[in-house]
């Protein structure tokens, strides 16, 4: 294991820490050293306990400046010398994505094996100036960097952060050109040239679903699922995203459904979400079903079937052929 630092940044308006947060941050122990949750606002009991258990420095503030203002004040609470002489990596991440879906092995693998000296997942496109930037929800801060005086000096001169604008506009927006000017390398998993159509669409929430299923991008980004403000219609996304994973994964989905239920008021308080996607999901059920009888030439039975169709979520699930039980359907939408 290399000698990682993560910090997550977390909010919540009511302080609950929802099953996804524990799951996220369970995931990456494996690959870090230290682990620190800096959250804005407060936190309930249960909550509290609940991090306590998942990180090994747990640091609660007031709630200003959005996850700039959080990310600047763990990192001068462990202090830019000391991450310097005890760290070879500093992962920056936060509570806006749902995941991991797959092994984070790949994903490491890629950072480990990247020559550069500042990684994210992929780029974003700002239409405004016909810039692509490295998003700020999941960045990766080499030795390089870390051993510099311009990481000191870059969140020591950061502007106050007032507004999510502020944040997009000074800090998001901003660092892959900074480092990029002070001669450091910029790194990133996905070509975001594959998706060049959709850049205009804010292409990695309108593509969610290809970047999880196709180049296995193991996390979504909570907005995905609540994207009336940007009028984009992505039902089919959702529903391709929540397929795959109940189908494909071991992620329990109800840890999206119980958190977006929770979280985003009226829109899931009567489980309509829910109920739209497990009507599909039983419809999907009963299509494999009859494509069961009929290859099989109905020689099955019913529980049969149903014991065919888990071994072949399990061989897909695990890396096995999957090809004794037919062509799987292309995924639609």
């Known amino acids: 294991m290399k000698n990682r630092l993560l910090i997550y940044f977390f909010y919540d308006k009511d302080g609950i820490v929802d099953d996804y947060v524990t799951y996220f941050l369970q995931a990456f122990k494996p690959y870090c050293k230290e682990i620190c949750v800096v959250v804005n606002g407060f936190l309930t009991e249960n909550s509290k306990d609940k991090l306590s258990l998942c990180c090994n420095n747990l640091l609660i503030r007031?709630?200003?400046?959005?996850?700039?203002?959080?990310?600047?004040?763990?990192?001068?609470?462990?202090?830019?010398?000391?991450?310097?002489?005890?760290?070879?990596?500093?992962?920056?991440?936060?509570?806006?994505?749902?995941?991991?879906?797959?092994?984070?092995?790949?994903?490491?693998?890629?950072?480990?094996?990247?020559?550069?000296?500042?990684?994210?997942?992929?780029?974003?496109?700002?239409?405004?100036?016909?810039?692509?930037?490295?998003?700020?929800?999941?960045?990766?801060?080499?030795?390089?960097?870390?051993?510099?005086?311009?990481?000191?000096?870059?969140?020591?001169?950061?502007?106050?952060?007032?507004?999510?604008?502020?944040?997009?506009s000074k800090h998001e927006q901003k660092q892959t050109k900074h480092w990029i000017s002070l001669g450091f390398k910029e790194g990133v998993w996905i070509d975001d040239s594959e998706y060049q159509e959709y850049w205009n669409k804010h292409w990695p929430l309108y593509c969610a679903d290809s970047l999880l299923i196709e180049n296995r991008f193991p996390f979504v980004k909570r907005r995905v699922f609540y994207l009336d403000n940007f009028q984009l219609n992505i039902f089919n996304v959702t529903k391709n995203i929540l397929e795959f994973i109940d189908d494909k994964t071991f992620y329990d989905v109800n840890l999206i459904i119980d958190n977006l239920k929770r979280t985003q008021g009226d829109k899931f308080k009567n489980y309509k979400y829910k109920l739209k996607y497990y009507k599909y999901k039983i419809m999907k059920v009963i299509s494999i079903s009859k494509n069961l009888r009929k290859h099989y030439k109905d020689k099955f039975t019913n529980i049969t079937q149903t014991i065919a169709y888990i071994r072949y979520i399990q061989d897909f699930r695990t890396g096995k052929s999957i090809s004794h039980l037919g062509q799987h359907q292309n995924r639609q939408g």
């Open 62 to 168: 007031h709630n200003e400046e959005l996850d700039v203002g959080a990310y600047k004040h763990a990192l001068n609470q462990y202090g830019f010398d000391f991450i310097r002489e005890n760290f070879d990596e500093l992962i920056l991440t936060n509570f806006t994505m749902y995941g991991p879906f797959f092994s984070l092995d790949e994903m490491f693998k890629n950072i480990d094996s990247s020559n550069c000296d500042f990684w994210g997942p992929f780029k974003w496109y700002i239409a405004e100036d016909k810039y692509r930037h490295i998003p700020s929800f999941l960045n990766v801060y080499k030795k390089n960097i870390l051993k510099s005086n311009h990481f000191k000096e870059y969140w020591d001169n950061m502007p106050y952060i007032e507004t999510y604008s502020d944040s997009v």
